[in-house]
Every structure is written in structure tokens, then in C-alpha cells.
């Protein structure tokens, strides 16, 4: 019903930048938070940045200060864009969308299908 597609990972270097980019269609009546977790191997997957409808941005303690989340409402579009990559933050990258299909609300949370960052020392 709603399909999110994510680009932007690969390999760079500790100390390095990218940018992630993820962008959803399909059956949205609105759109509240958008976001992004990892998953690292071995590890669970753990929230990293959220956005809100709203504006309002929030980040996992050990990103903050490094990444920036933001998002294009009217493209439903969300990015993250990473700084001052560390080999820690290697993992499975996976952005979400919490959206709402009517006007009675409710509301649905959608995945991506991941995309790998790697950070070399």
C-alpha cells in the first residue's frame, strides 16, 4: 500500500560524509513521522533520527551532533545526512514512515528495504 525507496549507502571513510535519502508513495492520506533505524550485524536494530509532521527532529544519543535528519513534505521524502562517520556506525540503514490512509485516522508504519553503510577505519 505504501512503498518506501532508499539510496544513498556505501563505503566511505571513518571521518567521512554521506547522505541517505528515502522516498514513499503509494496510498497516503497523511503523513506523520518519518524516520530511520540500523541494524548492525550481531546487534538489534536501534532507532537513529525521527522527524515529525510537525518539524520536530530527534536522534539517538550517539549520533547526535553528527547526523541531521530532514524531510521534503511535499515530495514525502526523508534524508539523513551523515557526518563525522565512525566505523561503529556501520550497519543496515532502514528509514520508516508512519502514515494514515483516511480522514478517521489511524495509522500504519511502513518500512524500506534497507541500505548498507560502511565505514572503514
Known amino acids: 500500500q505504501v512503498q518506501l525507496v532508499e539510496s544513498g549507502g556505501g563505503l566511505v571513510q571513518a571521518g567521512g560524509s554521506l547522505r541517505l535519502s528515502c522516498a514513499a508513495s503509494g496510498s497516503i492520506f497523511s503523513m506523520y513521522q518519518m524516520g530511520w533505524s540500523r541494524q548492525a550485524p550481531g546487534k538489534q536494530r536501534e532507532s537513529v533520527a525521527n522527524?515529525?509532521?510537525?518539524?520536530?527532529?530527534t536522534y539517538t544519543d550517539s549520533v547526535q551532533g553528527r547526523f541531521t535528519i530532514s524531510r521534503d513534505s511535499a515530495k514525502n521524502t526523508v534524508f539523513l545526512q551523515m557526518s563525522s562517520l565512525k566505523p561503529e556506525d556501520t550497519a543496515a540503514y532502514y528509514c520508516?514512515?508512519?502514515?494514515?490512509?483516511?480522514?478517521?485516522?489511524?495509522?500504519?508504519?511502513?518500512w524500506g528495504q534497507g541500505t548498507q553503510v560502511t565505514v572503514s577505519r
Open positions: 522527524i515529525t509532521s510537525s518539524g520536530s527532529t
Open positions: 520508516y514512515a508512519q502514515v494514515s490512509h483516511s480522514y478517521f485516522g489511524g495509522s500504519s508504519f511502513y
